[in-house]
């Protein structure tokens, strides 16, 4: 669902994109951080996009993550709220679009309060955006995340995988 797909900026007058995860197939976040973000997003006056889960978008090469990973290559910040930093690079890389190191900004709706989420959204805070990056050490929730996204179905390989002939070139 897209409420808005203007850009906003910030004060240094650098476009900026937003887009609001709505993990409506995982739900893994926690439904009273989504819907407080949402509606601080909302009545912020500001534009923005709402995707229903990046899981799912992933899963499907949605084409449209090419197009948010090529703004944030060509000079766009790309503020994202969902969940864990690493994970959401890794869903962009899974649809061949991965992101880059600079001009993206990912806040962790599973782990910081709203207030935190919507400071880096609309301002930037550098803090909410380094307290999503911490490192993480949850091994088993990160196991089960993998589990959830493998079971919204199968990604097809990018490049075909090739057997080399057998030796002696008998098939």
């Known amino acids: ?40 997003l909302a009545s912020s006056g500001e534009g923005f996009e709402a995707v229903a889960d990046l899981c799912a978008m992933a899963s499907r090469r949605d084409p449209h993550l090419i197009d948010l990973a090529a703004l944030a290559r060509d000079g766009t910040t790309l503020r994202i709220a969902a969940c864990w ?32 989420v919507l400071a880096g959204m609309l301002h930037g805070d550098a803090a909410a955006v380094a307290a999503s990056a911490a490192a993480r050490d ?10 959830r996204i493998a079971a919204l179905g199968a990604l097809p390989h990018s490049t075909p995988q090739i057997s080399p002939p057998p030796p002696g070139g008998q098939p």
């Open 1 to 40: 669902m897209t409420l808005s797909t203007s850009a906003s900026t910030n004060a240094s007058r650098e476009p900026v994109r937003m887009l609001y995860c709505r993990c409506a197939f995982a739900q893994v976040v926690p439904a009273d951080v989504k819907g407080a973000v949402l509606d601080g």
């Open 138 to 147: 949850d091994l088993e929730a990160e196991k089960a995340a993998a589990g």
């Open 85 to 116: 930093p690493r994970a959401v690079r890794g869903l962009f890389h899974l649809a061949d679009a991965p992101l880059g190191e600079t001009g993206v900004e990912i806040l962790n709706m599973r782990t910081l309060p709203a207030d935190d």
